[in-house]
């Protein structure tokens, strides 16, 4: 069982920036796939961005390339999602999600994520 800790949401203008940390609850974080995802009032959960276990590629939904980058840190079994030039729509729940088996190709479905974090408020104003 890995227990998922979120942090660094808040409140930020529109144009500025926010870094997400997602700490895991183990310390073989090296051995889970991760990634973010968001959920916006009245909408579904989104995917955001993904690291494979060796954090050498990484994969990103349209909306937020070129703005966001995922990255994760296995001696610290953490990840995190530095977040730049935020708009108002970016405005969500953000959510990091674990699994030791997920491949790349399944990274857009949350069910195939075992673990969930609580989740962090990222509020953008316009």
């Known amino acids: 069982q890995v227990q998922l800790v979120e942090s660094g949401g808040g409140l930020v203008q529109a144009g500025g920036s926010l870094r997400l940390s997602c700490a895991a609850s183990t310390r073989t974080a090296n051995r889970y796939a991760m990634g973010w995802f968001r959920q916006a009032p009245g909408k579904e959960r989104d995917f955001v961005a993904f690291v494979p276990r060796s954090g050498v590629s990484t994969y990103y939904a349209e909306s937020v390339k070129g703005r966001f980058t995922i990255s994760r840190d296995n001696a610290k079994n953490t990840m995190y999602l530095q977040m730049n030039s935020l708009k108002s729509e970016d405005t969500a729940v953000y959510y990091c999600?674990?699994?030791?088996?997920?491949?790349?190709?399944?990274?857009?479905?949350?069910?195939?994520?075992?673990?969930w974090g609580q989740g962090t408020q990222v509020s953008v104003s316009s």
């Open positions: 999600a674990a699994d030791s088996h997920i491949a790349p190709i399944h990274r857009l479905d949350a069910k195939k994520y075992d673990y």
